[in-house]
Structures are given as structure tokens and as C-alpha cells.
């Protein structure tokens, strides 16, 4: 059984404790946050005990650490639980800076194999069979992959000053999806992007909706479109074109009726946010970190990924500023 302290009691981490729990072979032990009253509530759901996070790296009865704190804090806390020996998964991205990214990962060197970063979509169903399928060559040879990744509603203004900015709160989702699909980091990027949605969060001189086009040594091309609001639902599609054929992910929906008459054919929208959509993924991710750890192999998705899709964040925030094409190899 693997003894578990949760740090960050907030939304995601109350994604993340009901996954820890729900898993056979993991017990949530204790629970930290930077507001007590978080974490006392949710410690108390889980019939858990409320603690620090000093307490949780001190305590060598656990043996792994979930970080869902906030960004600013997720190297600190990596750096930390890594000096305990504890084992890691930490939600994305490691770092709002580069650097200090690069640094962790320097710092973690003789842990490291004990480090998972969040990207939770690799862990989706739909994703892995189109990873499956591609890597199978079922359509030839990748030329085009386009992803797309509308929010429901725009954050809350105050979380959109500490969050990062669109490149790295939300589009490095995509940028690490790429990533995992095509099997390299891109060449360059190139960035157009605005803020037309909300006049507020251009105004704290971040963006609400933005394209990004990805350019591989190779020749392939990757189109990102992301936007902070589709006033129809969460639109999570991606597709890979082919030499030989398409693959295709749509989206998830509400139920699968479709209704057809006279009048039209009509079907349910998209399921609403990412805490419905990718569910079974925060599933699937919890259980990829545990057996890693009991099965001694490599994580999944290493720290070195997260460094990776943060950096093309960062170039991708440089393009959008510059108005012009940046390479990726200026920021690894």
C-alpha cells in the first residue's frame, strides 16, 4: 500500500484525492495546504489528518507526494520532497520560470526516476489509442496534426495574474501533447494571438484566445487553437493527417442521444469542463505513477517533459510578443 500526503487542497486537489483514494493500492494519509481551512475540509472528507507541508516531507511513514499547489511553489516542493526521498507526481508546469525550472531538474538529478509530471491528457483513452494508431502506421507517415482546446468561460481575473498566461496554464497542454504524438519537440513556433473575449485579461497583459503553429525539422506541421470561451461546452478535438489517412478524437458529450426529424438532427453538447472530460485520465495517470514506482521502470512523463512543453510556452510567449517565427532551441 502506498502511503500518500497530498499537497494543495483546492480544485485540482480535490480531483486528485478522490483519485488516490478510489486507487487499491494507495491510502491518503494527510493533507496540506496554504489555507488551513482547505485543508482541514478536505482531510476531513477522507477521514485523513490535516497537516503541513514541513510535516508531510518530514514524515518518513510517507512514502510519495502529490503536489497541487500552486505553480509558483511547485519547485520548491519538488526540490524538498526529493531531499525526503519521497516518491513525486506534480501537477503542471514545474515552474512559471524557466529557469528556475532547469534548476529543479538539475537539483533532482539523483531522484529523478521517482518524478512524474501531470500532463494527464497522455493518459486519456482516446489520446493513447491515437497514439496507438499512429505509432502502428495506420495512416502512413504524421504531416498534420491540429488540436483544438476551447474553454467554457474565462478564469476569474485574479487567477489569470498568478496563473502564468494562456501559454502556460493552458495551451502547454497542448504543446506537451504534440510532444507525446509526434515523438520530438518542434523546430520553431509561431504565435498569433489576442484578447478579445475579456478586455480584462488583455489588460493584465495576457491573452484569451490565440494559434500557434508548430514547425518540425522534418517538415510536419502542428496547428494549437485556443480559446477561453465556447459557449457550447469544453471543445477538446484533435486529428492527425496522414499519408495513407486521418485519425480523428471528438469530443466527449453530455449522452449519446441524437435526436433526428423534420425540423434537423440534434445532439448533446460537449461535456462542460476538464473536471468531467478527463476524469478517467486523472485516473489512469494515478496508476501509471503507482506501478512505475512498483515496477521500478521509468515515469511516464519525466520532469525532463515538463521542462520541455514549459519552454515552448516561453517561446511561444516570445512569438506572440514579437509578432514573428522564434526557434525552440533558444529556450531549451
Not at 493500492?25 to 490535516?50: C, F, H, I, R, W
Not at 502547454?172 to 478586455?199: C, Q, R, T, W
Not at 499519408?243 to 438532427?265: A, I, P, W, Y
Request: with cysteine; aromatic share 8%.
Amino acid at each position: 500500500m502506498l502511503t500518500v500526503g497530498l499537497i494543495g487542497a483546492g480544485r485540482i486537489g480535490r480531483v486528485h484525492a478522490s483519485t488516490i483514494v478510489q486507487d487499491e493500492g494507495s491510502q491518503l494519509v494527510a493533507v496540506a495546504d496554504s489555507v488551513d481551512e482547505n485543508a482541514k475540509n478536505l482531510a476531513e472528507t477522507y477521514g485523513v489528518n490535516p497537516t503541513s507541508v514541513d510535516a508531510i516531507f518530514e514524515d518518513n511513514s510517507i512514502e510519495a507526494v502529490l503536489i497541487a499547489s500552486s505553480t509558483d511553489t511547485h519547485s520548491d516542493f519538488i526540490e524538498k520532497a526529493s531531499i525526503a526521498g519521497k516518491a513525486i507526481l506534480c501537477e503542471k508546469p514545474v515552474d512559471l520560470s524557466l529557469a528556475r525550472a532547469k534548476r529543479c531538474l538539475e537539483n533532482t538529478k539523483s531522484n529523478e526516476h521517482s518524478i512524474m509530471m501531470g500532463f494527464n491528457r497522455r493518459f486519456d483513452p482516446n489520446f493513447v489509442a491515437l497514439k496507438n494508431a499512429l505509432d502502428g502506421g495506420e495512416i502512413g507517415t504524421a504531416e498534420l496534426l491540429s488540436i483544438t482546446s476551447f474553454d467554457p468561460a474565462p478564469p476569474p481575473i485574479d487567477y489569470v495574474k498568478v496563473s502564468g498566461g494562456i501559454f502556460k496554464d493552458m495551451m502547454i497542454h497542448d504543446f506537451d501533447m504534440a510532444n507525446f504524438l509526434y515523438g520530438e519537440l518542434p523546430k520553431s513556433i509561431f504565435v498569433s494571438a489576442s484578447a478579445i473575449i475579456d478586455k480584462k485579461i488583455g489588460a493584465v497583459g495576457d491573452y484569451d484566445t490565440a494559434v500557434a503553429t508548430l514547425k518540425y525539422r522534418d517538415g510536419r506541421l502542428a496547428v494549437i487553437k485556443n480559446s477561453r470561451r465556447a459557449t457550447y461546452g469544453y471543445d477538446q478535438r484533435t486529428e492527425i493527417l496522414g499519408s495513407k489517412g486521418l485519425l480523428q478524437v471528438q469530443n466527449m458529450v453530455e449522452n449519446c442521444m441524437v435526436k433526428s426529424t423534420e425540423m434537423g438532427v440534434e445532439s448533446s453538447k460537449p461535456e462542460y469542463f476538464f473536471l468531467e472530460r478527463y476524469k478517467s485520465a486523472y485516473q489512469n495517470e494515478w496508476a501509471a505513477f503507482v506501478t512505475a514506482l512498483k515496477t521500478k521502470t521509468p515515469m511516464p512523463v519525466s520532469l525532463s517533459d515538463g521542462i520541455a512543453a514549459l519552454a515552448i510556452a516561453e517561446a511561444a510567449a516570445a512569438s506572440a510578443e514579437k509578432g514573428s517565427e522564434v526557434e525552440i532551441a533558444n529556450f531549451l
